[in-house]
């Protein structure tokens, strides 16, 4: 089949199976525009800002485990794209953007939209390519693609300049299927002695810990997880990355672990003797100072990334491949081990861990006169019936989300958990509706992080994305406020929110439905009214207690076991 | 620990700040890095001096590994191999006397003149570093005009092999 280089990007999509693209067109993508005018197959989203098609693109592949594509013009498009392609980087998530570039013998004359686009995301990409030749568009894409979803997943930009794309130049084009690249081989299956050393290890423990990430997510792991956690009868905890994979309701999840995690979690991994981490990777929020990180512990750990073990944590048993085939090869290995776990040592760390979990340290004063954001999460996974997708953006409400809405299922819980990015809920949101049009989506969101995408309301208009936002309208940036309470003297330098805008006339002048709570009594029955809405777009703005901190808390710099409780319920 | 790196990658444009930038966006040291074409004309190799404590080098390791353009890597000073570097120096010869003494140093140091005029010669030398530091510090330094030296190359010695 003969086709121009445009025609090519556009066939190229179809044949991958791509069924939506993020974008937004401009002078050096006009010709690749042009090839998608016409045609059903491949949809075009077309938001208001790059940083929200980059957004989008990621939820979706979030919640559908399908990489995400995105299509951008040069200079500003790709800049703008940045953001969220840095975000994805730092989650793992698998994503391909397309950015246009000035014709190729323009490049590197400061021509008009330019930008070095291959040099600018190179720290933020598990991969990039400049495509000079139409002849090399088809490969490059694959490539692309295939760097993108194997091994440790993560966003590949691929620069095709102006002239790639001419319409008049027309070349063969075929789908070019596998792609075979001697520089790039991840490791699969993970290595047989260590595996055994592992279960050994393992079947040994006297007060054993798992400790699983967001890795399990996305190498699909979950019922091998369960499997192995449930065998073992072992406490898991989950990072903020990992939350779902193994059902949170479940009595031997612990919860959260980490700065904000639970005090049953973080004590249990400081007193643990032997820590199983899996597809996590020991992250600075999570291990808090890596000198007093689980001190008595020997250490497995699985990860498909080298680089990821022995990074932060020196480890004892390193296990390399991905989570899936591991998990598959120590499940296997368990049954066939004659060697249980002591039962009675067991039944004693569990004891010891339901002393700390007495500690109830969730807990919140429900009988406040003004909303408690938790409360708000709590009737959110109630309206829900615990079934929604969420997606979040950064601060408090992203952590009392993590904490009060638990995840029983993968791929529900979608959050910006490496980069920290403001702005990331609700473009996520959309992509995650247009996967699972008939789904509950809602964004967890506050005044602040939502302002800084809050333009993507209109796409969510153009293309009747009935996402639900839960606006936890403190009027301060929550946690840069609860940092300044506790380690500035309470001086809120530049942290509260003059002049916000009437988020309820704001959702009707882009065409939704806004609601404004502001007692307790009302939270449920907004809740409720708003998901009852299936075809709208609702934003609740819920006017919650502006002096509410997010606890426990590790201080940073500090070991698991200096946990800050809730003030009236500080250790001693 | 001092450590040679050695590695062959794609010969594809970006390739070499693919590097370059992983060493300066993770505050890796480079003493020096050199890069050429191999006669496979579709690969490069490059030799990076770095150094750094045992995990710095080990995650120098992985990270390299994770570069996609990065086919194949070694660390060639953990075991038996041959190091070398090219430095050439152009000094002034003011007088007879002072053609005389870096003839003779250069001798001694199996370099070759390549260049000579009524003022200078350019000497070349070859050898791991400490020859080449050896060989400035013995010179005069009033003397010397200019060095360039190319980085540290190497090559494992026997049957081991860094190759595709």
């Given at each position: 089949m003969?086709?121009s280089?445009?025609?090519?990007?556009?066939q190229?999509?179809k044949?991958?199976?791509v069924?939506?693209?993020?974008g937004y067109p401009?002078?050096a993508?006009l010709?690749?525009?042009?090839?998608?005018f016409n045609?059903?197959?491949?949809?075009?989203?077309l938001?208001?800002?790059?940083?929200?098609?980059?957004?989008?693109?990621?939820?979706?592949?979030?919640?559908?485990?399908?990489p995400?594509?995105v299509?951008v013009?040069?200079?500003?498009g790709?800049?703008?794209?940045v953001?969220?392609i840095a975000?994805?980087?730092?989650?793992?998530?698998?994503m391909?953007?397309?950015?246009?570039?000035?014709?190729?013998?323009?490049i590197?004359s400061d021509?008009f939209?330019?930008v070095?686009?291959?040099?600018?995301?190179?720290?933020?990409?598990?991969?990039?390519?400049?495509?000079?030749?139409?002849?090399?568009?088809a490969?490059t894409?694959?490539?692309?693609?295939?760097v993108?979803t194997?091994?440790?997943?993560?966003?590949?930009?691929?620069?095709?300049?102006?002239d790639t794309?001419?319409?008049?130049?027309k070349?063969?084009?075929?789908?070019p299927?596998e792609?075979?690249?001697r520089s790039y081989?991840p490791?699969?299956?993970?290595?047989p002695?260590?595996v055994?050393?592992?279960i050994?290890?393992?079947?040994?423990?006297?007060r054993p810990?798992?400790y699983?990430g967001?890795?399990v997510?996305?190498s699909?792991?979950?019922?091998e997880?369960i499997?192995?956690t449930r065998?073992?009868?072992?406490p898991?905890t989950?990072t903020?990355m990992?939350?779902?994979?193994?059902?949170a309701?479940?009595?031997?999840?612990?919860?959260?672990?980490g700065?904000?995690?639970t005090?049953?979690?973080?004590?249990?991994?400081?007193?643990?003797?032997?820590?199983i981490a899996?597809?996590a990777?020991?992250?600075?929020?999570v291990?808090?100072?890596?000198?007093?990180?689980?001190?008595d512990?020997?250490?497995?750990?699985?990860?498909?990334?080298?680089?990821?073990?022995?990074?932060?944590?020196?480890v004892?048993?390193?296990?390399?491949?991905?989570?899936?085939?591991?998990?598959?090869?120590?499940?296997?290995?368990?049954k066939?081990?004659?060697?249980?776990?002591?039962a009675?040592?067991?039944?004693?760390w569990?004891?010891q861990i339901?002393?700390?979990?007495?500690k109830n340290?969730?807990?919140?004063?429900?009988?406040?006169?003004?909303i408690k954001p938790?409360?708000?999460?709590?009737k959110?996974h109630?309206?829900?019936?615990?079934?929604?997708?969420?997606t979040?953006d950064?601060g408090?409400?992203q952590?009392?989300?993590?904490?009060?809405?638990?995840?029983?299922?993968?791929?529900r819980?979608i959050n910006s958990g490496?980069?920290?990015?403001m702005?990331?809920?609700?473009?996520?949101?959309?992509g995650?509706?247009?996967a699972?049009p008939?789904s509950?989506?809602?964004?967890v969101?506050?005044?602040?992080?939502i302002?800084?995408?809050?333009?993507?309301?209109?796409t969510?208009?153009?293309?009747?994305?009935?996402v639900?936002?839960?606006n936890l309208?403190?009027r301060?940036?929550?946690m840069?406020?609860?940092?300044q309470?506790?380690f500035?003297?309470?001086?809120?330098?530049?942290?509260?929110l003059d002049a916000?805008p009437d988020?309820?006339?704001l959702?009707?002048?882009?065409?939704?439905?806004g609601?404004?709570?502001e007692?307790?009594?009302?939270?449920?029955?907004?809740?409720?009214?708003?998901?009852?809405?299936?075809?709208?777009?609702?934003?609740?703005?819920?006017?919650t207690d502006?002096?509410?901190?997010?606890?426990?808390?590790?201080?940073?710099?500090?070991?698991?076991?200096?946990?800050?409780?809730?003030?009236?319920?500080?250790?001693? | 620990?001092?450590?040679?790196?050695?590695?062959?990658?794609?010969?594809?444009a970006?390739a070499?700040s693919?590097?370059?930038?992983?060493f300066?966006?993770?505050?890796?040291n480079?003493?020096?890095?050199?890069?050429?074409p191999?006669?496979?004309p579709?690969?490069?190799r490059?030799?990076?001096v770095?150094?750094g404590?045992?995990e710095?080098?080990?995650?120098?390791?992985?990270?390299?590994?994770?570069?996609?353009?990065?086919?194949k890597l070694a660390d060639?000073s953990?075991?038996?191999?041959?190091?070398?570097?090219l430095?050439m120096?152009?000094v002034?010869?003011p007088?007879?006397?002072?053609?005389a003494?870096?003839?003779?140093?250069?001798?001694?140091?199996?370099?070759?003149?390549?260049?000579?005029?009524?003022?200078?010669?350019i000497?070349?030398?070859t050898g791991?570093?400490s020859k080449?530091?050896?060989?400035?510090s013995?010179?005069d330094?009033?003397?010397?005009?200019?060095?360039?030296?190319?980085?540290?190359?190497?090559?494992?010695?026997g049957?081991?092999?860094?190759?595709?």
């Amino acid at each position: 089949m003969k086709l121009s280089g445009a025609e090519i990007v556009v066939q190229f999509l179809k044949d991958e199976g791509v069924e939506y693209v993020f974008g937004y067109p401009g002078g050096a993508v006009l010709h690749i525009y042009d090839a998608l005018f016409n045609q059903e197959e491949v949809k075009h989203i077309l938001v208001r800002h790059e940083q929200g098609a980059t957004h989008s693109a990621d939820g979706y592949a979030r919640a559908t485990g399908k990489p995400g594509v995105v299509l951008v013009t040069s200079g500003p498009g790709a800049t703008n794209a940045v953001t969220g392609i840095a975000t994805a980087y730092m989650d793992s998530i698998p994503m391909v953007i397309i950015t246009g570039q000035v014709a190729t013998h323009y490049i590197g004359s400061d021509a008009f939209q330019e930008v070095d686009a291959v040099g600018i995301t190179r720290p933020c990409v598990k991969h990039n390519f400049l495509v000079k030749r139409a002849e090399d568009l088809a490969e490059t894409l694959r490539k692309a693609f295939h760097v993108a979803t194997t091994g440790r997943p993560g966003p590949v930009v691929v620069d095709i300049p102006k002239d790639t794309t001419d319409p008049n130049i027309k070349i063969d084009y075929e789908y070019p299927g596998e792609v075979e690249m001697r520089s790039y081989q991840p490791v699969v299956k993970g290595h047989p002695g260590e595996v055994s050393r592992a279960i050994d290890l393992i079947l040994s423990a006297r007060r054993p810990m798992i400790y699983t990430g967001g890795g399990v997510v996305l190498s699909n792991a979950d019922v091998e997880l369960i499997e192995f956690t449930r065998k073992l009868g072992y406490p898991i905890t989950q990072t903020l990355m990992g939350l779902g994979a193994y059902p949170a309701s479940d009595k031997q999840h612990l919860g959260m672990l980490g700065m904000h995690g639970t005090y049953e979690a973080n004590m249990a991994m400081h007193e643990c003797d032997v820590l199983i981490a899996i597809g996590a990777r020991f992250d600075d929020r999570v291990t808090g100072d890596v000198k007093q990180f689980c001190p008595d512990a020997k250490i497995v750990h699985i990860d498909i990334d080298p680089s990821s073990i022995s990074k932060n944590v020196r480890v004892d048993i390193p296990i390399v491949g991905d989570i899936k085939h591991v998990l598959t090869d120590m499940n296997k290995a368990l049954k066939a081990s004659k060697k249980k776990p002591d039962a009675k040592l067991l039944d004693q760390w569990w004891q010891q861990i339901e002393t700390w979990k007495s500690k109830n340290c969730l807990r919140y004063d429900r009988n406040s006169a003004l909303i408690k954001p938790q409360f708000v999460i709590e009737k959110l996974h109630e309206v829900t019936g615990g079934d929604a997708y969420v997606t979040s953006d950064v601060g408090q409400h992203q952590m009392f989300a993590a904490q009060f809405y638990p995840f029983d299922k993968p791929r529900r819980w979608i959050n910006s958990g490496g980069l920290g990015t403001m702005g990331f809920g609700l473009p996520a949101a959309l992509g995650v509706q247009l996967a699972y049009p008939d789904s509950q989506v809602a964004c967890v969101t506050g005044e602040a992080s939502i302002q800084m995408c809050i333009q993507e309301l209109s796409t969510a208009l153009q293309y009747m994305l009935p996402v639900k936002i839960v606006n936890l309208n403190n009027r301060y940036m929550g946690m840069v406020r609860q940092w300044q309470e506790f380690f500035y003297d309470s001086r809120y330098s530049h942290s509260y929110l003059d002049a916000l805008p009437d988020f309820v006339k704001l959702a009707e002048s882009y065409g939704h439905v806004g609601m404004r709570i502001e007692q307790p009594g009302d939270v449920e029955g907004a809740l409720k009214e708003a998901f009852a809405m299936k075809d709208r777009l609702v934003f609740l703005d819920f006017i919650t207690d502006q002096t509410e901190n997010v606890y426990p808390m590790i201080a940073a710099g500090k070991g698991h076991h200096e946990m800050h409780l809730s003030p009236e319920r500080e250790l001693a | 620990m001092r450590h040679i790196v050695s590695l062959l990658m794609e010969n594809e444009a970006g390739a070499l700040s693919r590097v370059a930038g992983l060493f300066s966006a993770r505050g890796y040291n480079i003493e020096s890095l050199t890069v050429a074409p191999t006669e496979d004309p579709s690969l490069s190799r490059m030799t990076i001096v770095t150094s750094g404590s045992e995990e710095i080098i080990e995650q120098i390791f992985k990270q390299l590994n994770k570069l996609v353009d990065i086919v194949k890597l070694a660390d060639i000073s953990e075991g038996n191999h041959i190091e070398r570097e090219l430095m050439m120096v152009k000094v002034s010869t003011p007088s007879d006397q002072e053609r005389a003494e870096l003839k003779r140093m250069a001798d001694i140091f199996r370099g070759r003149i390549l260049d000579v005029t009524d003022e200078t010669f350019i000497i070349e030398l070859t050898g791991n570093g400490s020859k080449l530091d050896a060989f400035l510090s013995a010179v005069d330094s009033n003397l010397i005009i200019e060095t360039v030296r190319s980085g540290a190359t190497g090559i494992s010695r026997g049957s081991r092999a860094l190759r595709v």
